[in-house]
């Protein structure tokens, strides 16, 4: 994708995860913007150095993410997961077993005790993978952790588990569901 595109996909992901008074819109209870698409490009366009952008210009950035970060419905975006801000992300699911978690060997001192919080986020992010979850612990450090969770357990036990874009969303993973542990190193020289 061309820089100004992702400079835009990171800037949509900033109104609608965290702060969507930025261009003076709200979302609704399942994250949908007051708004349409058409209206959105119109206000993001007055921002300087956003001035090309149009409704085009955002259905590219959403038709062109791999990880299904937007959804467009009835005219309307929304941010799939990532949110700092209450909106009820994703949908249940029932039918997943295992989960993966990426993480840094220094945040897995803390988890071990504590389990895995969310953070500023409203929800834990979990991959459907291993290889998913080490993509996204090399992005906090080189001693990547790929933790294993058994995500069967946490829905027999009543934890709601969600499903958006390509990541599943939890409130939180007590430390008795991490059933599995992969450590990852950068090797030496």
């Avoid at 490009?41 to 299904?68: M, N, Q, S, T």
């Avoid at 994703?90 to 989960?99: I, K, N, Q, S």
């Avoid at 992005?139 to 036990?157: P, Q, S, T």
């Amino acid at each position: 994708m061309e820089r100004r595109m992702v400079k835009l996909s990171k800037l949509l992901s900033y109104i609608l995860r965290h702060n969507p008074s930025y261009i003076g819109i709200s979302l609704d209870e399942k994250g949908f913007s007051s708004v349409t698409l058409e209206e959105i490009a119109r206000r993001i366009a007055e921002k300087r150095g956003y001035e090309w952008v149009r409704p085009e210009h955002i259905l590219r950035v959403v038709e062109a993410d791999e990880k299904g970060r937007f959804e467009v419905r009835d005219g309307r975006i929304r941010a799939a997961y990532g949110h700092s801000i209450d909106v009820e992300a994703g949908v249940p699911v029932r039918d997943v077993a295992t989960l993966y978690h990426g993480t840094t060997l220094r945040a897995w001192r803390r988890i071990r005790e504590e389990g895995i919080r969310p953070g500023k986020r409203k929800y834990v992010h979990l991959s459907p993978s291993v290889e998913d979850a080490f993509i996204v612990a090399r992005r906090h450090g080189e001693d990547v952790v790929v933790l294993e969770v058994d995500a069967r357990a946490m829905i027999n036990d009543g934890f709601e588990i969600r499903k958006a874009g390509k990541v599943y969303l939890v409130r939180e993973v007590p430390p008795n569901y991490i059933i599995g542990l992969k450590i990852f190193q950068e090797p030496e020289g």
